[in-house]
């Protein structure tokens, strides 16, 4: 089993940044996939940024040049930087990683104010 645990979100101006952090804890010697996902009422999830089998950074365009994925593999922490934050980033952004089976985060809110 896999747990992880969001934090970061909060209410934020539009133009403002957010930093949001995944902790993986368990059995992470099984991962082999990461990302970061987001989902308004009504609709479904969507991927934001991940990292490619090949290790490359992922972005949905309308983030390209303001989001920025990174993990620290001592801590066992992904992280989404998100920088110049619209109104229509407002979302629960939920971390995901893949091992033997699929695993999602609790999400953390985040709300842009115009």
């Known amino acids: 089993q896999v747990q992880l645990v969001e934090s970061g979100g909060g209410l934020v101006q539009a133009g403002g940044s957010l930093r949001l952090s995944c902790a993986a804890s368990?059995?992470?010697?099984?991962?082999?996939?990461m990302g970061w996902y987001r989902q308004v009422p009504g609709k479904g999830r969507e991927l934001v940024a991940d990292?490619?089998?090949?290790?490359?950074?992922y972005y949905k365009d309308s983030v390209k040049g303001r989001f920025t994925i990174s993990r620290d593999k001592s801590k066992n922490t992904l992280y989404l930087q998100m920088n110049s934050l619209k109104p229509e980033d407002t979302a629960m952004y939920y971390c995901?990683?893949?091992?033997?089976?699929?695993?999602w985060g609790q999400g953390t809110q985040v709300t842009v104010s115009s």
């Open positions: 368990g059995s992470i010697f099984s991962i082999n996939y």
């Open positions: 990292f490619s089998s090949s290790g490359n950074p």
């Open positions: 995901a990683a893949r091992g033997t089976t699929n695993y």
